[in-house]
Nanobody, 127 residues
Framework: QVQLVESGGGLVQAGDSLRLSCVAS????????IGWFRQAPGKEREFVAA????????DYADSMKGRFTVSRDGTKNTVSLQMNSLKPDDTAVYSC????????????????????WGQGTQVTVSS
């Protein structure tokens, strides 16, 4: 069973950048595809980005393309989400999730695909 811990959230101004990290422990990191999701108050959870087991394939929600970049470092059991040009609408709790998979190339956009979740980190973007 893998445990996930997010960090890197905070309060920033519109146009600023943040880098979130998701550190995994307790499992074989390269057996898990990782996804990032976010949830704003009063809204449903929303897909942000996903990365395949070895990092060869990535996927983004349309509103994040060109602004967010997901990457992973197997030596540190870490998946990062670089967020640039942040907007007030990006304000949410950001969570990472892990899916145990034998597929090297697949990534997953649905929250229901994932087996394990972190607690989340708050990102607040002021205008």
């Amino acid at each position: 069973q893998v445990q996930l811990v997010e960090s890197g959230g905070g309060l920033v101004q519109a146009g600023d950048s943040l880098r979130l990290s998701c550190v995994a422990s307790g499992g074989t990191f390269n057996m898990y595809a990782i996804g990032w999701f976010r949830q704003a108050p009063g809204k449903e959870r929303e897909f942000v980005a996903a990365i395949s087991r070895r990092g060869g394939n990535t996927d983004y929600a349309d509103s994040m393309k060109g602004r967010f970049t997901v990457s992973r470092d197997g030596t540190k059991n870490t998946v990062s989400l670089q967020m640039n040009s942040l907007k007030p609408d990006d304000t949410a709790v950001y969570s990472c999730a892990a899916k145990l998979t034998f597929s090297v190339n697949d990534y997953y956009r649905q929250g229901t695909d994932y087996n394990y979740w972190g607690q989340g980190t708050q990102v607040t973007v002021s205008s």
